[in-house]
């Protein structure tokens, strides 16, 4: 039985945390395959809310193999820190499971994240200054340094030594700092290494083993579509691919592994961070979505910018992730909006119009989004369980959505806690059982 990818099909934000908790019941095991701890998910359980920042929401499950793949950058502070934080509440962690392949993020590539986008400026990315970026460009470079190297004071001293050596005039400025220091970064990570191994393991191998045995295992993805290293808003993107073909890579399975691709999208639009968004709102509609969504984001505290549900993105995103269903989040936040807008092309201001997403930066960052306007709903959605009870406009919305994309929703969000969806075909409990 194949594997279930979840994505995200916007620029992040999109509530995958939860889908995963709900799905992750029934799968044998969860693994996330890029991004690091710049992504941050929430998930409320039992009124108890949990952040998650690296290890999969399917830890909440007691004893489910929840793994860090290969492909993810781990901080092992951060790590540490919220495993942690997690066994001080009760919660079982031994079903976690980390890449011996996996990168590390080391001190001096937060330091150069923070450093990089000061010199950039009002150029800024906007990043989550939690030095992703400065660790994924080591990995390329092959100057990384991996999870198994915690495993070994020689390799990692030596390791360390040649990776800091050609970032010297960078870190300049941060020279004195004892974050620096050789002796006490292979040192702390020595420590870490101790504290993690148990947890070290050959993560494709478990993929492989479960899968083998007709279970199905499924690959959380971080951050959005938009924000994927080769096709989203370059360079405002974040920088590994969070579309559904790198949970092959990194998980290490193969493309004949994933059967089904979720991808997951709020009612509207929200972004973190610089780049083009040609729905944002900067009128009362935007605050309206930012405080009934709650849009401030999980790991920096910053405002999410909010705008109207982009089709033309969205579709581009069903196309590069082969998307076999969508989720759509939050419906409830739109309840009282008199007229919906949802784009469906874009505008150029010398005139053009574009259909289809455009690949050509000066394009998006000047374009202006052209909307179909689809009347609002009204009430509390909140306790809806099933579509039939939903407000006529609000069926009327997820109808124009799915036919625009071609994509079944599978899932609609009405509410912040766990029980607060509605499944609009079969549960997949039927599909997602082990043979
Ligand atoms: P980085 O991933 O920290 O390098 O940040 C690059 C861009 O991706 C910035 O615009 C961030 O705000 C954005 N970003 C990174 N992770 C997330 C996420 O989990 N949700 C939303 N935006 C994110």
Same mark, same amino acid.
């Given at each position: ?92 962690? /031994? ?91 292979? %040192? ?8 993690? =191994? ?95 969504? /709650? ?60 259909? =289809?997403?455009?690949?050509?930066? /000066? ?23 099933? =579509? ?7 069926? %009327? ?28 075909? =079969? ?9």
């Amino acid at each position: 039985m194949p594997g279930i990818a979840i994505v995200g099909a916007q620029w992040g934000d999109e509530g995958k945390g939860k889908v995963t908790d709900l799905l992750a019941e029934q799968v044998e095991m969860v693994v996330r395959f890029q991004g690091g701890n710049n992504a941050g998910h929430t998930i409320v359980r039992d009124g108890e809310v949990f952040k998650f920042h690296l290890v999969p929401s399917g830890i909440l499950y007691p004893g489910k193999t929840c793994a860090i793949g290969n492909g993810v950058v781990v901080d092992p502070r951060v790590l540490t820190e919220e495993l942690d934080g997690l066994r001080r509440r009760g919660v079982d962690t /031994s079903g976690l499971r980390l890449s011996a392949n996996a990168h590390l993020i080391m001190p001096y590539h937060v330091l150069l994240d923070t450093a990089g986008e000061a010199k950039l400026g009002k150029l800024e990315i906007g990043t989550t200054r939690r030095g992703i970026g400065p660790c994924y460009a080591d990995k390329a470079a092959r100057l990384g340094i991996r999870v198994q190297d915690m495993l070994d004071e020689k390799i990692l001293r030596k390791k360390i030594m040649a990776a800091m050596e050609p970032k010297r005039p960078a870190l300049r400025d941060f020279a004195k700092s004892p974050e620096l220091d050789l002796h006490a970064i292979t %040192e702390e990570y020595l420590t870490h290494g101790h504290r993690l =191994e148990p947890h070290i393991a050959d993560t494709a191998h478990l993929c492989w083993d479960a899968l083998g045995a007709g279970r199905t295992v499924l690959f959380e993805g971080a951050q959005g579509t938009l924000l994927d290293l080769d096709h989203g808003t370059y360079p405002f993107v974040t920088s590994s691919n969070p579309v559904a073909g790198a949970a092959c890579v990194g998980a290490g399975v193969g493309p004949r592994d994933i059967g089904e691709v979720w991808g997951v999208a709020k009612a509207y639009t929200t972004r973190v961070g610089a780049g083009p968004f040609p729905t944002e709102l900067e009128d009362g509609i935007g605050r309206v979505l930012r405080e009934r969504g /709650s849009e401030v984001g999980t790991t920096t505290g910053r405002d999410r910018r909010c705008g109207w549900l982009d089709l033309v993105a969205l579709r581009y995103a069903a196309r590069l992730n082969g998307m076999t269903g969508l989720v759509l989040t939050k419906l409830d936040v739109l309840s009282g909006i008199e007229t919906l807008r949802v784009a469906v092309g874009y505008r150029h201001p010398e005139g053009a119009r574009f259909d =289809e997403f455009p690949y050509h930066q /000066s394009i998006l960052h000047t374009a202006e989004a052209e909307y179909e306007e689809l009347p609002g709903f009204e009430g509390d959605i909140g306790g809806v369980r099933r =579509e039939q009870d939903l407000p006529k406009e609000a069926r %009327e919305y997820i109808e124009y959505i799915a036919d625009h994309l071609g994509v079944p929703v599978q899932l609609i969000g009405v509410g912040p806690g766990r029980d607060q969806v509605i499944w609009t075909g =079969e549960q997949p409990s039927l599909s997602l059982r082990a043979a």
